[in-house]
């Protein structure tokens, strides 16, 4: 048997998901979520390391995960994602060096300060040959070691790193169907994490990542939208915004004025989310190789937010659903919605661990 337990730091929040995995099954042996004091991450980025490697952990020690080695994951401005398009080569090492020249020419990063990874998504011929799409990925490594660093501090040993992207792919669609791999009828699926301060944007086929943005949005947005229109402070507009949503039925205790304000200020505020989502589809369906995109999952804090699933349906016109991680685990027991929407990078992180199988 094996255990794995990755984290996912948010700018909100702390996640933390432990799988076991024996004679093949995977089962969910923990999942937490917990608060983070504000400003100790932004927009991705760890900007109070001292104090957050105290957060993580505290967090280990009360959620009570196995042993000391952590997966973890990143996304955020200093991380750059490409695809790019190369002849297919069969050998490994051919394949891999020239993956290396063509992402070191597209990436402007000088490659001694980036940790650079890569997977190829797409192979397809057109009238120059038989082609192959990567994905690569390339983190400024003095972001990628200041990671490590916090996690060490707080006694933890980092023993993998992966894009939040992937995680989230892994976490919310199932693995492709052998017989289907490749099949040119595969629709695309879009996917969409909306945290507190950034949404992953993703669009892929076959489980694999065919294009991906950070957009800087995110439930902390809509917050503000409302603690400006009400003229509450932000931990009432806070509570106010949990408990109204953006549709749904009257709620106990709350006037129906203030629902309405409430409603119509999370109305406008989550405009730029269905603009962004969309100019990613756009970007998407612009390219040669794309597929029409047939829904929309999403997850995170954000997707909690009720009736945001009609909204973003309404504003884009495919259908969208709320994902569901415990659909990848043999055994999911305890994995409430709540935990669930919130834990998903956590999970996909965990379900990529090497050690596993
Ligand atoms: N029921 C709910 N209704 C509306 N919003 C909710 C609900 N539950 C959580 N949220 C929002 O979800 C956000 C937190 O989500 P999450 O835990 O995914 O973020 P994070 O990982 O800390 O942030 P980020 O990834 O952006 O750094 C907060 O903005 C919170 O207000
Ligand atoms: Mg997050």
Avoid at 82 to 110: M, N, S, W
Avoid at 167 to 176: D, F, G, H, Q, T
Avoid at 292 to 316: A, E
Avoid at 335 to 356: I, K, N, Q, Y
Wanted: charge should be negative; glycine fraction near 8%.
């Amino acid at each position: 048997m094996s255990t794995v337990v990755a984290l996912d730091i948010g700018s909100s929040s702390i996640a933390g998901v432990e799988l076991k995995t024996a004679r093949e099954r995977v089962t969910l042996a923990k999942a937490a979520v917990e608060p983070l004091p504000p400003g100790l991450v932004h927009d991705g980025e760890i900007v109070r390391p001292d104090e957050l490697a105290a957060e993580i952990k505290r967090f280990w020690r009360t959620a009570r995960f196995s042993g000391k080695r952590v997966r973890l994951g990143v996304a955020n401005q200093r991380v750059v994602v490409r695809t790019i398009e190369l002849p297919f080569l069969d050998d490994d090492r051919e394949r891999r060096a020239a993956v290396e020249f063509e992402a070191a020419e597209q990436i402007p990063i000088p490659p001694d300060q980036t940790v650079v990874d890569s997977q190829p998504v797409l192979r397809f011929a057109n009238e120059a040959g038989e082609r192959e799409r990567h994905v690569v990925v390339a983190a400024h490594r003095d972001m990628v070691d200041g990671l490590v660093a916090t996690v060490r501090q707080a006694g933890l040993q980092p023993t993998g790193i992966d894009l939040e992207a992937f995680a989230i792919l892994r976490a919310l669609l199932p693995p492709p169907m052998v017989i289907d791999e490749g099949s040119s009828d595969t629709p695309a699926v879009a996917v969409c994490h909306v945290g507190a301060e950034v949404t992953n944007m993703i669009v892929s086929v076959d489980r694999r990542c065919h294009f991906t943005r950070l957009v800087g949005f995110g439930g902390s947005h809509l917050t503000t939208a409302v603690a400006e229109r009400t003229g509450l402070p932000i931990e009432e507009a806070e509570a106010v915004k949990t408990a109204c949503g953006l549709l749904g039925d009257p709620l106990d205790g709350w006037d129906a004025d203030t629902v309405a304000e409430v409603r119509h200020a999370l109305a406008l505020g989550a405009r730029p989310l269905v603009r962004e989502i969309s100019r990613s589809l756009e970007y998407y369906r612009s390219q040669t190789f794309a597929r029409p995109i047939g829904s929309l999952v999403i997850s995170g804090g954000t997707s909690l937010c009720n009736g945001i699933d009609r909204y973003l349906q309404q504003g884009l016109g495919i259908p969208v659903v709320l994902g569901d991680p415990a659909g990848q685990l043999d055994s999911g027991g305890g994995l409430t919605p709540d935990l669930a929407a919130r834990a998903a990078v956590a999970l996909g992180l965990a379900l990529d661990a090497p050690e596993r199988s």
